[in-house]
């Protein structure tokens, strides 16, 4: 079963606008990670954040993590045209007998930043 | 991206045919990831090798055979695939294999007619 699931699906601002999107998971983790993602490309690592942390900043990213609601948010700032792309959250699970532990990703939010 | 390189970008084939992505990774990383990811649906893990040994294989069908023969080159042999196997298929690194972070390469978009 899908452990990360990001709201919205899809997003369209204008630049200078601020951009949110949620991830909700379902399990406890370890930490919750954003990746981007441009059209066809490999994913790009953004920001990790732990169980103990509740805000991590980045630039212009913004991580906040809530485990009581099982949930993480990431803000974009003063967003730009070249922000757009595909955001997943990623959320660790155990390793199965014999196996490792392994990310599971989310279907992503599509963000399109209009200029 | 240039940490992790996949060749080919771009790959056409019949389902008779064989043929092979190769990823190399330069980060001195000892764990290696195949991904597949398809229109609409999540990133699928497909397999994961940590220290050139296989640690997970998620299930996928024998007609995906991958080869990791050190922890820099991670291969996945195709063989008489299916137009659903039409993906984007990804490869990762991290550091070991544990739910750190991953470094992606760019993909092999592969089309099966």
């Known amino acids: 079963s899908q452990q990360g699931e990001e709201d919205p699906q899809a997003l369209s601002i204008q630049e200078g606008e601020n951009a949110t999107m949620n991830c909700s998971y379902k399990?406890?983790?370890?930490?919750l990670q954003w990746y981007r993602q441009n059209s066809g490309r490999g994913l790009v690592h953004l920001i990790l954040?732990?169980?103990?942390?509740r805000e991590k900043h980045s630039g212009r990213l913004r991580v906040t993590l809530d485990t009581s609601k099982k949930s993480s948010s990431l803000l974009i700032t003063a967003s730009r045209a070249a922000d757009t792309a595909s955001y997943f959250c990623?959320?660790?699970?155990?390793?199965?007998?014999?196996?490792?532990?392994?990310?599971?990703f989310g279907k992503g939010t599509k963000l399109t930043v209009n200029p | 991206e240039t940490g992790v390189t996949q060749t080919p970008r771009h790959l056409v084939m019949g389902m008779t045919n064989k043929k092979s992505l190769k990823c190399e990774q330069h980060?001195?990383?000892?764990?290696m990831y195949w991904y597949k990811q398809s229109a609409k649906k999540p990133l699928e893990l497909m397999f994961v090798?940590?220290?050139?040994?296989?640690?997970e294989n998620n299930s996928v069908p024998s007609r995906f055979s991958p080869e990791c023969p050190n922890s820099s080159h991670l291969f996945l042999h195709l063989h008489t695939l299916q137009p659903e196997d039409s993906a984007l298929y990804l490869c990762?690194?991290?550091?070991?294999?544990?739910?750190?972070?991953?470094?992606f390469g760019p993909g092999t978009r592969l089309l099966v007619l």
């Open positions: 990623a959320t660790d699970v155990p390793p199965a007998k014999g196996g490792s532990e392994k990310l599971v």
């Open positions: 399990t406890s983790i370890n930490n």
């Open positions: 980060l001195g990383h000892n764990a």
């Open positions: 990762a690194s991290s550091i070991i294999s544990n739910s750190e972070t991953q470094y």
């Open positions: 954040i732990r169980s103990n942390e």
């Open positions: 090798y940590n220290f050139k040994e296989q640690t």
